[in-house]
């Protein structure tokens, strides 16, 4: 396996899913550009990091657990319900991102080589 050319193609990968999710943002949901509109999203994919504990398939069902939160506070708003502040529905997600932050603390199992700069002939 090309070590390389898999770091590359990942790179390339999140780069263009990273772009994606930006133009959703910013083009699908409001229809224009405002500044903060991510909203601290990406302190949510950063746990969503240590949530999978980096495995690719735990990333994608921890981010449609935070993608489920997100839009369950939008559809109890739609609901109407007058009980509930918005503020308090709106925090929901960063809530719950909070909560699976404290339950993972325990259980950090971070790659051994995060972070090691990776060079071909190294021993």
């Not at 925090?91 to 603390?105: A, E, S, W």
Request: positive net charge.
């Amino acid at each position: 396996m090309n070590v390389a050319l898999t770091c590359d193609g990942a790179i390339l990968v999140g780069a263009a899913l990273a772009g994606l999710g930006g133009a959703v943002l910013t083009v699908v949901q409001p229809h224009l550009f405002q500044e903060g509109v991510t909203a601290g999203r990406g302190w949510i994919a950063v746990v969503l990091v240590f949530f999978s504990r980096w495995y690719p398939a735990g990333a994608l069902w921890g981010a449609l657990l935070f993608g489920v939160a997100d839009a369950f506070q939008y559809r109890i708003q739609a609901l109407g319900s007058e009980n509930i502040p918005y503020e308090f529905l709106s925090m929901l997600p960063y809530g719950l991102t909070l909560l699976v932050l404290l339950c993972q603390t325990k259980r950090r199992e971070a790659p051994t080589a995060l972070g090691i700069p990776y060079f071909k002939n190294r021993r």
